[in-house]
């Protein structure tokens, strides 16, 4: 089971630290990735982290987001940061049970659970 938090409202220029909590599953087995879907458009990828701690981002977040993940605590995480109102939507965190290659790190479909979303609004 997955369950992200962490979503708000924040005013642009600002920052948010999504948490993706998890049960009855080792972060560490997985790949792990954070999508997200505003109104009008399709969802899309934002930042994954395979087994590995390789980490990948989709370019409209790259230098502005981290993607990291506690095998301890076994969280996934996605820090926000300089957020922009083009950044608003419902993000969604997700896992890949078996070994994604790198193709497909950015593909929602590579992925086999999902958490229930958790809106972040940013204004302007």
């Known amino acids: 089971q997955l369950q992200a938090s962490g979503g708000g409202l924040v005013q642009g220029g600002g920052s948010l630290r999504l948490s993706c909590a998890v049960s009855?599953?080792?972060?560490?087995?997985?790949?792990w990735g954070w999508f997200r879907h505003a109104p009008g458009k399709e969802r899309e990828f934002v930042a994954g982290i395979r087994r590995r701690a390789d980490t990948h981002y989709a370019g409209s977040v790259k230098g502005r987001f981290t993607v990291s993940r506690d095998n301890a605590k076994n969280m996934v995480y996605l820090q926000m940061n300089s957020l922009e109102p083009e950044d608003t939507a419902v993000y969604y965190c997700?896992?890949?049970?078996?070994?994604?290659?790198?193709?497909?790190?950015?593909?929602?479909?590579?992925?086999?659970?999902w958490g229930q979303g958790t809106l972040v609004t940013v204004s302007s």
């Open positions: 997700a896992a890949a049970s078996s070994g994604i290659i790198l193709s497909s790190v950015t593909l929602s479909t590579a992925y086999s659970y």
């Open positions: 009855g599953r080792s972060v560490s087995s997985y790949a």
